[in-house]
């Protein structure tokens, strides 16, 4: 009976982890931590990382998810590098040296817009 709680848990996780994921929209990216925190599993960034990579739904934006600051954490010039970086030009959004072009300011990162200094 336990087991059955804690898979209902992982299951559970696994579903609002891959919720998160699909409502990234097209022409914007979210970081492993923030699809966590969204998912409501703050702190879990690894498991966001393992839930895609475990999932085998080919419909699933991937690709929207990065590393913090935008940064694609496949190894550059690897497969999947190459793939995320033709996925992420393909919704608009421009990819220089393994990170990606933020062209506008993120409303909800709050710090940025609290601390840029204004040159």
Known sequence: ?????????VAERRAAILRAVKAVPRGAIASY???ALRAGLPGRARLVGQVLRDSSDRRLPWHRVTGAQGRIAF????QLFREQV????????QVERGRVVRSHQNPHDIDRLLWASRD
């Open 1 to 9: 009976m336990v087991a059955t709680a804690l898979l209902t848990t």
């Open 33 to 35: 931590g923030e699809i």
């Open 75 to 78: 190894p550059a010039g690897s």
């Open 86 to 93: 033709r996925r992420l030009t393909g919704d608009g959004l």
